[in-house]
T-cell receptor, first 112, second 112 residues
Framework: AQRVTQPEKLLSVFKGAPVELKCNYSYSGSPELFWYVQYSRQRLQLLLR??SRESIKGFTADLNKGETSFHLKKPFAQEEDSAMYYC??????????????FGKGTHLIIQP | KAGVTQTPRYLIKTRGQQVTLSCSPI?????VSWYQQTPGQGLQFLFEYFSETQRNKGNFPGRFSGRQFSNSRSEMNVSTLELGDSALYLC???????????FGEGSRLTVL
């Protein structure tokens, strides 16, 4: 069975400090990993996916198959980064449409 | 381009009743997925439809069902409602080739 674990329910950092949101997964095959974000009063939306290897809004995430992790990082946090962040896994190639397994989410608060 | 539209946004039902929720995907998107979000379990995959066919189903009882119409609009139905069915039900549409999910605002169901 596939599983996604986000160990921190809440993470509070000061503006300008580095941010790391942890995500560990359990899956026997080659997963596709995603980070979704939900800003206050907005819809859940895709932030980034490992296959595209992009930096979005200053965030990056590297898939570490040895440690089965997909941590989300940003070197300098901004107040507008405050949101709920969800790590998600798809076990199907080209995934996302075939049923994502989500972590429970981490509420990131950036303090001024 | 209009986003994913879900109706109704809020509804209250009593135990034993049934409920039907509707989802209109983004124009051109042929895949529609449904997720249940609760404080305890987080986001859980219900099912996914593509071209009127259910392609994948999550681990939910048979009381949860869905369908998709030829215009890609989808409905989900929950019969014999239980208190534990109280949740936010999210619909997401996608272009199969990208796998990125575009979420609606959700239908919040309260079962009394």
């Amino acid at each position: 069975a596939q599983r996604v674990t986000q160990p921190e329910k809440l993470l509070s950092v000061f503006k300008g400090a580095p941010v790391e949101l942890k995500c560990n997964y359990s899956y026997s095959g080659s997963p596709e990993l995603f980070w979704y974000v939900q800003y206050s009063r907005q819809r859940l939306q895709l932030l980034l996916r490992h296959i595209s290897r992009e930096s979005i809004k200053g965030f990056t995430a590297d898939l570490n198959k040895g440690e089965t992790s997909f941590h989300l990082k940003k070197p300098f946090a901004q107040e507008e980064d405050s949101a709920m962040y969800y790590c998600a896994l798809s076990g199907v190639a080209g995934g996302g449409a075939d049923g994502l397994t989500f972590g429970k989410g981490t509420h990131l608060i950036i303090q001024p | 381009k209009a986003g994913v539209t879900q109706t109704p946004r809020y509804l209250i039902k009593t135990r034993g009743q049934q409920v039907t929720l509707s989802c209109s995907p983004i124009s051109g998107h042929r895949s529609v997925s449904w997720y249940q979000q609760t404080p305890g379990q987080g986001l859980q995959f219900l099912f996914e439809y593509f071209s009127e066919t259910q392609r994948n189903k999550g681990n939910f009882p048979g009381r949860f069902s869905g369908r998709q119409f030829s215009n890609s609009r989808s409905e989900m139905n929950v019969s014999t409602l239980e208190l534990g069915d109280s949740a936010l039900y999210l619909c997401a549409s996608s272009l199969l080739t990208t796998g990125e999910l575009f979420f609606g605002e959700g239908s919040r169901l309260t079962v009394l």
